[in-house]
Nanobody, 123 residues
Framework: QVQLVESGGDLVQAGGSLRLSCTVS????????IGWVRQAPGKKHEGVSC????????FYVDSVKGRFTISGDKAKNIVYLQMDDLKPEDTAVYYC????????????????WGQGTQVTVSP
């Protein structure tokens, strides 16, 4: 069983930056795909970014390209989402999940899912 715990969410002004962390614990092979999904108030879940811990490949949804960067520390089993130039429309609860898909695949598609961290971007 793999557990995921997100942290780093906060209230920030537009144009600011945040770094989210997803700490992975439990039994992993070390080669897994992990990603970030967000859910804005009143909206559906949206896939944001993916990282292959095996070969480092990444994926970003168009709306965050050039602003967000996903990275991983294999030794610490932590995955980061560096978010720069934040916009009010980035306001959401951010979740990390294993495996990763280019978009949210439904609650039954994930073998591990975190509790989420709130990101609020004020105008």
């Amino acid at each position: 069983q793999v557990q995921l715990v997100e942290s780093g969410g906060d209230l920030v002004q537009a144009g600011g930056s945040l770094r989210l962390s997803c700490t992975v614990s439990g039994s992993t092979s070390g080669s897994y795909d992990i990603g970030w999904v967000r859910q804005a108030p009143g909206k559906k879940h949206e896939g944001v970014s993916c990282l292959s811990m095996h070969d480092g490949r990444t994926f970003y949804v168009d709306s965050v390209k050039g602003r967000f960067t996903i990275s991983g520390d294999k030794a610490k089993n932590i995955v980061y989402l560096q978010m720069d130039d934040l916009k009010p429309e980035d306001t959401a609860v951010y979740y990390c999940g294993i495996p990763c898909y280019s978009d949210y695949a439904g609650p039954d598609a994930y073998s591990s899912w975190g509790q989420g961290t709130q990101v609020t971007v004020s105008p």
